[in-house]
């Protein structure tokens, strides 16, 4: 029995060294594959680019640029991604929304649709239009599909006023003006064409919006009026009527 135990504890043994020399020699692999897996310079953005010695595996996880087995960040050169604001324009998701965004242009657009980019350098806590306000809140312009700017009548596809006709100076053949209709239940209306202008009673006003001109409607007799006028036909009936009996033969 005393044997047996011996026996027993010794293979025990012999398997635990087994163990641990397996998972010795698999650490070693490790640290040998490591050990002489090629390096090289890795180029990387973390609040501006930054140079580490590193594995290409391990810099591409990181999103890094790899230089390259065997160089070095003495010798490389890391060139900074073109960074900028990004600014979300009238048709985005986020009309007016600003970010910095790496990669110029391109970087950009692939951040979302209808989003621009101002520019290498620029920042979201800068003007470079001069316009006040966040690079976003871009002035006026015409060319910017809305009617926002001095002057003008269409812009682009903001062409309500002029369908199809919107000239490249932002405004419509013709000029704009206050439509007025004189009918009695009529009104006046901004920016309208001469040629819209066209109701029986409509008066067009060129250059002109409704708070600058006079528009008087035709008024509705009132009811004294029509009074009036009733009663004075029904004199001329009965006149009529009174005389054509004392001319009638007896």
């Known amino acids: ?3 047996h135990n011996r026996l027993a ?3 025990r043994v012999r398997s635990n060294s087994t163990s641990v020399f397996a998972v010795c020699a698999l650490l070693c692999l490790s640290c040998a594959s490591t050990a ?3 390096t090289g310079a890795c180029c990387r953005e973390q609040g501006g680019t930054v140079c580490t010695l590193d594995t290409m595996e391990h810099c591409t996880i990181f999103l890094g640029s790899y230089m390259g087995d065997g160089t070095n960040c003495a010798t490389a050169t890391c060139l900074a991604s073109p960074r900028g604001a990004c600014c979300g324009g009238p048709g985005s998701a986020s009309p007016g929304y600003c970010l910095v965004t790496d990669g110029g242009d ?4 692939a951040y979302s649709s209808g989003f621009t980019y101002l520019g290498d350098g620029t920042s979201c806590y800068t003007d470079p239009t001069g316009c006040g306000g966040l690079p976003c809140n871009r002035c006026p312009t015409c060319g910017d599909d809305q009617v926002n700017g001095p002057g003008e009548e269409c812009d682009g596809t903001a062409d309500s006023a002029c369908p199809g006709e919107c000239q490249q100076d932002c405004t419509c053949p013709g000029g704009l003006g206050s439509c007025c209709d004189h009918d009695p239940f009529g009104g006046c209306t901004d920016d309208v064409l001469e040629r819209n202008c066209s109701c029986t009673k409509c008066e067009w006003f060129g250059d002109l919006s409704c708070a600058e001109v006079e528009c008087t409607h035709n008024a509705i007799p ?3 009026e029509w009074g009036l006028l009733i009663l004075a036909l029904s004199l001329l009936t009965g006149a009529k009527l009174r005389f054509g009996r004392r001319t ?3």
């Not at 391109?106 to 657009?109: E, P, Q, V, Y």
């Open 248 to 250: 009638t033969p007896g």
């Open 36 to 38: 002489f897996a090629q």
């Open 1 to 3: 029995m005393l044997m």
């Open 222 to 224: 009132t009811v004294s």
């Open 106 to 109: 391109a970087g950009c657009s």
């Open 9 to 11: 504890t010794r293979t």
